[in-house]
């Protein structure tokens, strides 16, 4: 049993993508192998996945080993047959390249992801029952030190305008690893008031599930 603090937490934002790579098969696996001719990526690489299966598409991963032609996808369960199909997780892959620190960030908070339920009753109970359904369209926010000159203002402000998911990756104390893929905007008017820090809203409405990984 322990607990942290996430004081000294590093944000970034994916700034670029080398070009995808065709995936032909996933295996159903405690961690999924991926099959992909002459793919280059190799142990530790970030991947953006498009897959189809819903449940990995849109995510971010980290490739624990390869061979030339496969790789597998670390802390990726797909051996459930009736979540994961047999045979549709065929897509792509495209390797993150290069990471942007979001550095000022003043506040950071989640919201949504809450579960979801619908309640019946018979006819002949006096209590109700529930059943979980879907959970809420997940999201968080930061609150930013203003400052337009940073490198982290223009391509959050590119992502705002072209609505294309961005990566984003927290590593905590740890130095472990929290992958976010989602949409990003930016309210590029500051807040103003009087004896506070200037500060800019971004939000970021999640597309997948995040993954978190050890250092």
Do not use: C
């Not at 159903?28 to 690489?45: I, L, P, R, T, W």
């Amino acid at each position: 049993m322990s607990v942290s603090l996430p004081n000294g937490a590093v944000v970034a934002a994916a700034n670029t993508y080398a070009a995808p790579k065709t995936i032909t098969a996933i295996s159903n696996a405690a961690e999924a192998s991926v099959s992909s001719v002459a793919h280059g990526f190799v142990a530790g690489d970030i991947l953006e996945l498009t897959s189809g299966w819903s449940r990995l598409n849109s995510r971010i991963v980290r490739v624990k080993s390869q061979t030339t032609d496969a790789y597998v996808l670390e802390g990726v369960d797909t051996s459930n047959v009736n979540l994961y199909p047999v045979g549709g997780g065929a897509g792509s892959a495209r390797k993150i390249l290069t990471w942007v620190q979001i550095t000022q960030v003043l506040e950071f908070t989640t919201s949504g992801g809450e579960q979801q339920f619908v309640t019946y009753s018979f006819l002949e109970e006096d209590v109700e029952h529930q059943i979980p359904t879907v959970k809420s369209a997940s999201s968080f926010a930061m609150t930013i030190g203003d400052d337009a000159s940073l490198p982290w203002y223009s391509l959050l402000s590119a992502a705002n305008d072209d609505r294309v998911p961005r990566a984003v990756r927290i590593t905590l104390p740890s130095q472990s690893s929290i992958l976010y893929n989602g949409y990003v905007t930016l309210n590029k008017t500051p807040t103003l008031t009087k004896n506070e820090i200037m500060g800019l809203q971004a939000t970021v409405s999640l597309t997948s599930e995040p993954m978190r990984y050890s250092a």
